[in-house]
């Protein structure tokens, strides 16, 4: 890889408040124009991590390159010029959402025609462009946002650090905003590095992921590699007609070995190889008489690759 596919490293990255480690020796990049989703339960290092990443905080440890370079005091302020940080919801509540807009731009140093510009995109794409004249301060809690994330985006950063972004976004929202964020990613080539608790659909967005435990890096790459590696074979949830232990005995003797099974709202769930095909497994079931309502791949997700990694702490 060359360093210009490289948006984001960090190094043995560690950080101590008082005795307390909040994150560990955390090493990863990101390459430009992938989403890398930086995931853990509460008080994992998440905030933290962002902080050190974006040079809020100074690492007790390890180092950070952002573009190419290590971060440092004296290059901080222009590097960050290329990033969009939407970490928090603070808005100045006595302005109206354009002229949130417009004072992020000019603190962003962009010209006027280019705020103006941008400011309509924004808006438009994040389904605000009626509030443009509200208050901050009268917006719902989905639409603060929204705005909050439209601050984020409107100097078009290389670099886009995003902090729950779809929460208190009804579903509908919550899809459109991840499907701008990718067309982000897919068009103007944004790097974007996201903190979130909402796992559900999450690999439409990501293409890596790390998984953070108590300050570590538990597990870190690309998201189908991951999958792929830890669950190499193929699931499926079946539902059959009749007595379903006839329906094991039947798939076990079609595969020739013990095959394990278990029930997931009714349906039978079980797992076979590259080498064991389903189609062999339904015909021997069609074979003995036995209805088959449905098959139904279950592929393995972000969430399972999540709770299984906890999970593994846990247990640790
Ligand atoms: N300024 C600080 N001073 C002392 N301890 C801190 C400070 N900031 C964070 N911590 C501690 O560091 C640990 C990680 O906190 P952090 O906020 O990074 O977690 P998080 O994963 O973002 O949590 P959440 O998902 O709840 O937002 C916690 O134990 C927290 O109490």
Same mark, same amino acid.
């Given at each position: 890889?060359?360093?210009?596919?490289?948006?984001?490293?960090?190094?043995?990255?560690?950080?101590?408040?008082?005795?307390?480690?909040?994150?560990?020796?955390?090493?990863? +990049?990101? !390459?430009?124009?992938?989403?890398?989703?930086?995931?853990?339960?509460?008080?994992?290092?998440?905030?933290?991590?962002?902080?050190?990443?974006?040079?809020?905080? %100074?690492?007790?440890?390890?180092?950070? =390159?952002?573009?190419?370079?290590?971060?440092?005091?004296? $290059?901080?302020?222009?590097?960050?010029?290329?990033?969009?940080?939407? %970490? #928090? =919801?603070?808005? /100045?509540?006595?302005?109206?959402?354009?002229?949130?807009?417009?004072?992020?731009?000019?603190?962003?140093?962009?010209?006027?025609?280019? @705020? &103006? !510009?941008?400011?309509?995109?924004?808006? +438009?794409?994040?389904?605000?462009?009626?509030?443009?004249?509200?208050?901050?301060? +009268?917006?719902?809690?989905?639409?603060?946002?929204?705005?909050?994330?439209?601050?984020?985006?409107?100097?078009?950063?290389?670099?886009?650090?995003?902090?729950?972004? %779809?929460?208190?976004?009804?579903? &509908?929202?919550?899809?459109?905003?991840?499907?701008?964020?990718?067309?982000?990613? $897919? =068009?103007?080539?944004?790097?974007?590095?996201?903190?979130?608790?909402?796992?559900?659909?999450? +690999?439409?967005?990501? #293409?890596?992921?790390? @998984?953070?435990?108590?300050?570590?890096?538990?597990?870190?790459?690309?998201?189908?590699?991951?999958? !792929?590696?830890?669950?190499?074979?193929?699931?499926?949830?079946?539902?059959?007609?009749?007595?379903?232990?006839?329906? !094991?005995?039947?798939?076990?003797?079609?595969?020739?070995?013990?095959?394990?099974?278990?029930?997931?709202?009714?349906?039978?769930?079980?797992?076979? $190889?590259?080498?064991?095909?389903?189609?062999?497994?339904?015909?021997?079931?069609?074979?003995?008489?036995?209805?088959?309502?449905?098959? @139904?791949?279950?592929?393995?997700? @972000?969430?399972?690759? /999540?709770?299984?990694?906890? $999970?593994?702490?846990?247990?640790?």
């Amino acid at each position: 890889m060359s360093s210009t596919d490289q948006t984001l490293a960090a190094t043995g990255l560690t950080k101590h408040f008082g005795s307390r480690e909040a994150v560990s020796d955390l090493t990863f +990049e990101v !390459r430009a124009g992938r989403a890398f989703g930086l995931l853990g339960p509460n008080g994992t290092g998440k905030t933290t991590t962002v902080r050190l990443l974006t040079g809020l905080l %100074t690492p007790t440890r390890g180092s950070v =390159t952002l573009f190419g370079q290590t971060l440092s005091r004296s $290059n901080a302020d222009a590097l960050r010029a290329r990033i969009g940080v939407q %970490t #928090d =919801t603070r808005l /100045y509540e006595n302005l109206s959402v354009r002229d949130n807009l417009r004072t992020w731009g000019q603190l962003y140093g962009l010209a006027p025609r280019v @705020i &103006e !510009r941008r400011i309509g995109e924004v808006l +438009e794409v994040l389904g605000l462009s009626d509030r443009v004249g509200s208050l901050a301060g +009268e917006l719902s809690k989905g639409m603060r946002q929204k705005l909050s994330v439209g601050r984020a985006v409107l100097h078009e950063p290389d670099l886009l650090f995003l902090d729950e972004p %779809t929460a208190g976004l009804d579903p &509908e929202a919550a899809i459109d905003l991840i499907g701008y964020v990718r067309e982000m990613i $897919n =068009t103007l080539r944004t790097t974007v590095v996201i903190c979130t608790h909402q796992l559900h659909g999450l +690999e439409t967005l990501c #293409d890596d992921v790390g @998984i953070l435990n108590r300050g570590r890096l538990a597990v870190t790459g690309e998201v189908r590699t991951l999958l !792929r590696r830890r669950w190499p074979e193929h699931r499926y949830l079946l539902e059959v007609g009749g007595d379903p232990a006839s329906a !094991r005995e039947v798939i076990t003797s079609a595969v020739g070995r013990a095959v394990e099974f278990s029930t997931v709202e009714g349906l039978l769930s079980f797992s076979l $190889n590259k080498q064991e095909p389903i189609s062999s497994a339904v015909a021997a079931l069609v074979h003995s008489h036995i209805q088959v309502r449905a098959v @139904i791949p279950r592929r393995p997700t @972000i969430q399972d690759l /999540y709770f299984a990694t906890i $999970n593994d702490g846990s247990a640790a």
